[in-house]
């Protein structure tokens, strides 16, 4: 009897010290559910209290958490968390949580769990619009380089992306819908940035300046537009005059960000990637290698690189200038959709899951966010493949997931393990693993991004016998004229109708133009005379410097070294003792 008293008084004294620093309320029935974190930087203890408790975890607003017993316990010595703790589990921790930061309620503002192509393509388009056009990043350029001194973020932060070259693509794919079904003359408004120190002309990382691809106007057509010009350099002018010239409707808007060129330019470099081998615009290892970034077929560029896609002059032709277009909503017509899905199978027709047209699911993402359907159309061809747009099971940090689909890419972070599966774990929002309601496809997710290619100009350059080398056009024929070639591919365009020579230009049906190198004419009358050896001994002299094409054409002994050789080899293409490929 003495033994079973003692035992019991021990256990009332136990009791009693823990009642003296927590307090567990009583006659509750103890529940477990998911929940959402409403707070931010809020702790997760291993103990109910903020005093000698270990931080095991800090969860911010939106993570998703199971609380495992709902029962409140209160610190009665410390009041840090007045509306109690729960036990949670975290990440696979357990530990304890202030209830004041948590709530049952699991509605997501982007619609996760993106379950459904629909779910993805209209709340994909409703978190493009919070989280970048509303804060400042209203145009392609800035989701990419994000250089507004008025948006929401710091420069420098906030990137939709790594690739250097998304808003080249992007612009491209909107211009083809625009272009192909006659809707060029919208009254579209284009932002474009303006930085200090840029140079005189636009920069290439091949020559170091080139205007190949654009059409200028040198001088002063429309006094009343030129006023609008007033906060633009000099160097700009020419080329919103062609624009202008060519669309009075469209607006144009000048963004002083007061950086310095060069200096953005290597932050961005810090951030980038490209899909690209060309050591011209990679940076590369010890053995002169591109250096790889952790995603398949992806490298970090070298600044030279980055320069060239930042340089707003380099895009302003009525091909690229779409990187700068507003992406506000605006109303389209369904052709226009659908002439730039019909770019990717996997969004071109019907989306069976949903039972809806794909063309009116992104007509109906862009009036709900307030999105241009044609940006929003042009970005998911760019950003989606079969591993982001099946559903299929797939695993990820150990954890395997079904029914997830991703139709622009988001939260496939660059520094993740396997970026496109992180991005379809963010589709899930933390609230599912097996996400289907419904049986999807049984092909296996690809392990490994494939990277969309650049779109191809219309027409091709290879019908005339010749190839596009960088921003030039060779392999003609010395001698050649337009007129002779012009019924080989009807696509392009010619800036001469005689004798084709360097410095000419070809044009694709869709505005893309290249200049013409004949190498040997470095004066541009498409022969190999005398003046063409007078040109290159001035330039050898310093007293009249070869630049962009003309430079090129001087290459005429098959390499990059220009010298005494390659005035030789003239000469001698002169005597008749030698010969100057074009190929």
Request: one cysteine or more; a neutral charge.
């Amino acid at each position: 009897m003495k033994y079973v008293k003692k035992s019991l008084n021990i256990s009332f004294v136990i009791l009693t010290l823990i009642s003296t620093f927590f307090i567990r309320m009583p006659f509750s029935s103890a529940k477990s559910f998911k929940a959402k974190v409403t707070g931010n930087a809020v702790a997760l203890r291993d103990k109910p209290t903020t005093k000698n408790s270990t931080r095991l975890d800090t969860l911010n607003s939106g993570d998703i958490i199971d609380v495992l017993d709902d029962t409140k316990i209160y610190d009665k010595d410390n009041n840090d968390c007045t509306a109690g703790w729960v036990k949670i589990k975290y990440d696979g921790q357990e530990g304890y949580f202030c209830s004041e930061f948590y709530t049952a309620d699991l509605s997501d503002q982007y619609l996760r769990p993106w379950n459904t192509p629909k779910k993805a393509i209209v709340g994909g388009a409703m978190y493009i619009a919070k989280g970048y056009i509303s804060k400042g990043q209203y145009t392609s350029y800035l989701k990419k380089y994000n250089v507004n001194p008025s948006g929401s973020y710091a420069v420098y932060t906030h990137l939709y992306q790594a690739n250097i070259s998304a808003p080249k693509s992007e612009a491209y794919t909107s211009f083809l819908a625009y272009y192909k079904n006659n809707a060029m003359d919208l009254p579209f408004n284009f932002s474009i940035p303006v930085f200090e120190n840029m140079g005189e002309t636009n920069y290439n990382p091949a020559t170091g300046t080139t205007d190949a691809n654009l059409d200028r106007i040198d001088t002063v057509k429309d006094a009343e537009f030129e006023k609008k010009l007033v906060d633009f350099p000099d160097s700009y002018k020419p080329y919103l005059r062609a624009l202008h010239d060519e669309h009075p409707n469209w607006s144009f808007t000048a963004m002083k960000t007061n950086l310095d060129f060069t200096t953005a330019a290597t932050n961005f470099r810090l951030t980038g990637a490209i899909n690209s081998t060309n050591t011209k615009l990679t940076e590369l290892d010890a053995n002169g290698k591109p250096v790889p970034t952790n995603e398949k077929n992806w490298y970090y560029p070298n600044l030279g690189a980055v320069k060239y896609y930042m340089d707003p002059r380099n895009w302003l032709n009525e091909t690229f200038v779409f990187m700068f277009e507003n992406l506000s909503y605006i109303q389209v017509e369904d052709k226009i959709v659908k002439s730039v899905l019909s770019r990717n199978a996997a969004i071109a027709e019907f989306d069976a899951i949903d039972n809806q047209s794909f063309v009116s699911i992104y007509q109906e993402a862009g009036k709900t966010a307030n999105v241009n359907p044609v940006y929003l159309a042009s970005l998911s061809v760019q950003e989606i493949n079969s591993s982001n747009t099946s559903g299929n099971k797939f695993t990820y940090d150990g954890v395997e997931y079904e029914g997830l689909f991703n139709y622009y890419n988001i939260g496939a972070y660059s520094s993740a393990s396997n970026p496109l599966r992180a991005g379809l774990v963010w589709a899930s929002g933390g609230l599912c693993t097996q996400c289907a309601t419904y049986t999807p496809s049984s092909n296996p997710v690809e392990p490994t991004p494939t990277p969309t290619p650049a779109p191809e100009p219309v027409g091709d350059v290879k019908n005339i016998g010749a190839k596009v080398n960088g921003s030039y056009v060779s392999g003609i024929a010395l001698g050649t004229t337009a007129s002779s070639i012009q019924s080989k591919d009807t696509n392009l365009t010619y800036s001469t109708t005689g004798v084709i020579g360097t410095g000419s230009t070809i044009k694709y049906k869709d505005g893309t133009t290249f200049t013409v190198v004949i190498y040997g004419d470095l004066s541009g009358d498409g022969q190999i005379n005398s003046a063409d050896l007078l040109k290159l001994r001035q330039h050898l002299l310093g007293t009249n410097k070869l630049g962009s094409a003309y430079l090129e054409a001087a290459k005429v002994t098959g390499n990059d070294n220009i010298n005494s050789a390659n005035l030789l080899k003239i000469r001698q293409f002169l005597l008749g003792t030698t010969n100057i490929s074009q190929g």
